[in-house]
């Protein structure tokens, strides 16, 4: 389970994201042992949050004793390159955190944030979930969802395309139509 | 002779004010209902080398990524000057759009053609109603004062509370005869079955010019609304 000929291990980052919120049950969720194991189980070495606005701080690991290695950090200007590097994410229900990770082609779990009032945000996760785009979870149900994954039936997301509105507006203001 | 004067004037001086108050209010009423009738009609030709003053609203969280996303498919030469405008506590949004106007003069634009302001916001994630009736209001007067000095063609926004006084005050210019702007409004990606605070009041106040959104659950329910499909 991830290791390459010559004995060195092939990393599988897990990258954590909550964007600009703060989002502790997330962050202690994917912090502890449970969870841990269960990504570990699954063949998974590293573990990255990325924390936010949040007060709890996870515990740094080096993962030599034979469990994941966890670090975190606050903010970063692009969690592009993070996300990159990430064999899975899972990430609070912000669309710019889901649509960033879906364009990359990443598998995705979304954790919906049950303290937020008014929580429009599931709508979206749901709906994505619905459409196999990623996997849609609680807090209390993160280490489930882990466990029961099966990356291989989602279904890849067909970015978007913004050039309808953007014909209609120019229609609107009466320049002519582009051939 | 002076006596006549002030004769004629204190006799029918109330009757002037009167009239001139009656008159106003008439013009007023009328420009509003022109107003009214004119919002979402379509403007006339022009040519594609004319240029439109566009103010952009952006917002935290996903707001501002979902705007940059739109102006990268208009003519950036059409939609000139460009005037961003975020919520002052909103810090990571106008260095976004930073970034996207010094990447438009890389890719070889003449020069930036863009301003960044802030604003203060109406009411903060979690501040209490009784407080957020004074900041709406000193946040009403900052919108004024910066609509005065961009007086914009074109207005793009997509949800954040930030929006809705500038775009009141739009309408209101438009009635005056300040300025006649056209409002598009695109409702959040993020907003599947039920439409924002924002987006809802500009549907039902019917003063965005173009209302979009971005899925089909939504144009069901609000058929006034154009279905776009997802932009991201």
Same mark, same amino acid.
């Given at each position: 389970?991830?290791?390459?000929?010559?004995?060195?291990?092939?990393?599988?980052?897990?990258?954590?994201?909550?964007?600009?919120?703060?989002?502790?049950?997330?962050?202690?969720?994917?912090?502890?042992?449970?969870?841990?194991?269960?990504?570990?189980?699954?063949?998974?070495?590293?573990?990255?949050?990325?924390?936010?606005?949040?007060?709890?701080?996870?515990?740094?690991?080096?993962?030599?004793?034979?469990?994941?290695?966890?670090?975190?950090?606050?903010?970063?200007?692009?969690?592009?390159?993070?996300?990159?590097?990430?064999?899975?994410?899972?990430?609070?229900?912000?669309?710019?955190?889901?649509?960033?990770?879906?364009?990359?082609?990443?598998?995705?779990?979304?954790?919906? +944030?049950?303290?937020?009032?008014?929580?429009?945000?599931?709508?979206?996760?749901?709906?994505?979930?619905?459409?196999?785009?990623?996997?849609?979870?609680?807090?209390?149900?993160?280490?489930?969802?882990?466990?029961?994954?099966?990356?291989?039936?989602?279904?890849?997301?067909?970015?978007?395309?913004?050039?309808?509105?953007?014909?209609?507006? +120019?229609?609107?203001?009466?320049?002519?139509?582009?051939? | 002779?002076?006596?006549?004067?002030?004769? !004629?004037?204190?006799?029918?001086?109330?009757?002037?004010?009167?009239?001139?108050?009656?008159?106003?209010?008439?013009?007023?009423?009328?420009? !509003?209902?022109? $107003?009214?009738?004119?919002?979402?009609?379509?403007?006339?030709?022009?040519?594609?080398?004319?240029?439109? &003053?566009?103010?952009?609203?952006?917002?935290?969280?996903?707001?501002?990524?979902?705007?940059?996303?739109?102006?990268?498919?208009?003519?950036?030469?059409? !939609?000139?000057?460009? !005037?961003?405008?975020?919520?002052?506590?909103?810090?990571? &949004?106008?260095?976004?759009?930073?970034?996207?106007?010094? =990447?438009? $003069?890389?890719?070889?634009?003449?020069?930036? &053609?863009?301003?960044?302001?802030?604003?203060?916001? =109406?009411?903060?994630?979690?501040?209490?109603?009784?407080?957020?009736?004074?900041?709406?209001? $000193?946040?009403?007067?900052?919108?004024?004062?910066?609509?005065?000095?961009?007086?914009?063609?074109?207005?793009?926004?997509?949800?954040?509370?930030?929006?809705?006084?500038?775009?009141?005050?739009?309408?209101?210019?438009?009635?005056?005869?300040?300025?006649?702007?056209?409002?598009?409004? $695109?409702?959040?990606?993020?907003?599947?079955?039920?439409? &924002?605070?924002?987006?809802?009041?500009?549907?039902?106040?019917?003063?965005?010019?173009?209302?979009?959104?971005?899925?089909?659950?939504?144009?069901?329910?609000?058929?006034?609304?154009?279905?776009?499909?997802?932009?991201?």
């Amino acid at each position: 389970m991830g290791e390459a000929r010559d004995g060195v291990k092939v990393k599988r980052v897990v990258f954590v994201t909550v964007g600009t919120t703060c989002f502790d049950a997330l962050v202690k969720v994917a912090d502890c042992q449970e969870v841990k194991d269960e990504l570990y189980r699954r063949g998974y070495t590293d573990l990255l949050i990325q924390m936010g606005r949040g007060s709890y701080l996870p515990a740094k690991s080096t993962g030599d004793d034979g469990s994941l290695a966890v670090d975190y950090f606050t903010f970063s200007l692009s969690i592009a390159d993070h996300l990159r590097s990430a064999s899975l994410v899972i990430s609070h229900a912000g669309s710019g955190s889901i649509f960033e990770t879906l364009q990359l082609g990443k598998p995705l779990i979304v954790v919906v +944030n049950e303290d937020l009032m008014d929580n429009h945000q599931s709508e979206l996760a749901e709906e994505l979930a619905e459409r196999k785009h990623l996997y849609c979870s609680r807090p209390l149900t993160l280490h489930q969802t882990i466990a029961s994954m099966d990356l291989n039936s989602l279904v890849p997301y067909t970015p978007g395309d913004a050039t309808p509105v953007a014909k209609l507006i +120019n229609r609107f203001l009466g320049f002519p139509e582009e051939s | 002779m002076e006596k006549n004067t002030s004769c !004629f004037f204190s006799n029918s001086s109330p009757n002037l004010v009167i009239t001139c108050f009656v008159a106003f209010i008439t013009i007023i009423l009328v420009r !509003f209902l022109y $107003v009214i009738y004119r919002t979402g009609k379509p403007l006339n030709k022009r040519t594609p080398q004319q240029t439109l &003053s566009t103010l952009i609203v952006l917002g935290s969280g996903g707001h501002t990524a979902e705007m940059i996303n739109l102006l990268l498919v208009l003519q950036k030469d059409r !939609f000139t000057p460009r !005037f961003y405008i975020a919520a002052a506590t909103d810090n990571m &949004s106008l260095q976004k759009a930073r970034v996207f106007e010094n =990447s438009l $003069v890389d890719s070889g634009a003449k020069g930036i &053609s863009a301003e960044f302001m802030q604003i203060y916001r =109406s009411r903060e994630v979690g501040q209490s109603y009784v407080t957020s009736v004074w900041t709406t209001l $000193v946040a009403t007067a900052h919108a004024l004062w910066l609509m005065i000095k961009i007086r914009p063609q074109v207005i793009l926004c997509n949800g954040p509370g930030t929006c809705i006084p500038l775009c009141v005050i739009a309408f209101i210019f438009k009635v005056v005869g300040i300025r006649w702007s056209s409002i598009f409004y $695109v409702e959040s990606i993020a907003r599947v079955k039920r439409l &924002s605070l924002s987006g809802l009041l500009l549907y039902k106040l019917q003063i965005a010019d173009q209302f979009f959104v971005q899925w089909p659950q939504l144009q069901r329910k609000y058929p006034r609304a154009r279905y776009v499909g997802c932009l991201m």
